[in-house]
């Protein structure tokens, strides 16, 4: 195996180390840069990437990454893992989604070396992580006041990125359009196979998404023959080819005893927002039968707010014994 390079690091067949990338200085000259962790092993096989906080207040990320790079299937690594579990460090110090410009980076890529401060970070991450990789995986969670069941995404027609999405054994698969400027369309541009993982809710750590998502990783590596590793028993993903999102009929305070992971019908009742006084009210009706895979966590609520996202499903396999018991609803 020859040295991995890097930046400006070269790193050895069968050794580790963290490399700082240099991105910019802070308004008082502190440096910035992007912290890779480079674990090469010492056998032939893929570049992977995993990475995190790509939006800066979404962390579940960092706790999935450290425990990774921590397990010991690591041991007897083929080919290559770049852990970055901190890629917006500027919105990951303030706990806030976006760059200090108020840019949100997953919509900067593929960026540029003479553009603005996300355009710079994306450019540098897609040159020196992305782009020396096979495959990949990006973790997020739901945007702040939301939270998301485990779930990988996937662009419709990546048969590729199917069988892994399925070997990383999520409660829910969904086939989802890519869109301009984020990570996974540009790596799909320039044939790497990302995977993207959402679970949980920003600023929150929750062990059920953190042990999905380290396990599926896992899972993933595994199946490239990058390490050993026997996984858990799971059941298998349920595979949604469309989602939507239930709005708020009206504004007011909502109250609904829905969980994520639960199973609706259409038509069905689901949340009702009332006034604070109680005087009037509004049902929320499921329009399609389906799984619920993400939720508002705000009671306070507008008409138009988004309430419920819903993967779509088929009536016949909603009929099928739910793939989810009791106690693993979140």
């Known amino acids: ?56 207040d979404e962390i579940l990320g960092v706790e999935i990454i450290r425990r990774v790079v921590g397990h010991h299937a690591l041991k007897d690594l083929a080919g290559t893992l770049l852990a970055v579990p901190i890629v917006n460090t500027f919105g990951f110090l303030n706990h806030s989604r976006y760059m200090p410009d108020r840019r949100d980076l997953n919509r900067s890529f593929p960026g ?16 020196e992580v992305v782009l020396r990789a096979q495959y990949g995986i990006d973790l997020h969670t739901a945007a702040l006041h939301r939270s998301n069941l485990p779930q990988i995404r996937i662009a419709p027609e990546q048969q590729e990125l199917l069988s892994l999405a399925k070997k990383f054994a999520a409660p829910v698969v969904l086939i989802s359009k890519l869109r301009d400027g984020t990570l996974r369309s540009c790596a799909k541009d320039k044939g790497v196979n990302v995977l993207l993982y959402e679970a ?57 005893e829905i969980k994520l992971g639960a199973y609706v019908k259409k038509g069905e009742k689901i949340g009702e927002i009332s006034s604070p006084l109680g005087e009037a009210s509004a049902a929320v009706i499921s329009e399609d039968d389906g799984i619920v895979v993400g939720r508002t966590n705000l009671p306070v609520v507008n008409r138009g707010d988004a309430l419920f996202h819903l993967a779509r499903m088929k009536k016949s396999t909603l009929a099928q ?9 979140i």
């Open 1 to 56: 195996m020859k040295n991995f390079t890097i930046g400006t690091f070269s790193i050895s067949a069968g050794s580790q180390q963290t490399v700082d990338l240099p991105i910019s200085v802070l308004a008082n000259r502190t440096p910035i840069s992007l912290p890779v962790h480079v674990i090469h092993g010492s056998r032939e096989g893929p570049v992977f990437f995993i990475s995190g906080v790509v939006h800066g």
């Open 112 to 127: 540029s070396d003479r553009g603005s401060l996300a355009s710079l970070l994306a450019d540098l991450f897609m040159k």
């Open 200 to 256: 949980g809710e920003a600023l929150r750590f929750d062990e059920t998404s953190i042990a999905t998502g380290v396990n599926g990783i896992l899972n993933v590596m595994a199946s490239l023959k990058m390490i050993s590793h026997r996984a858990p028993a799971a059941k298998p993903s349920t595979i949604s080819k469309s989602s939507t999102w239930l709005r708020a009929p009206e504004g007011g305070i909502l109250r609904s």
């Open 321 to 329: 014994k739910p793939l989810f018991d009791e106690d693993e609803i």
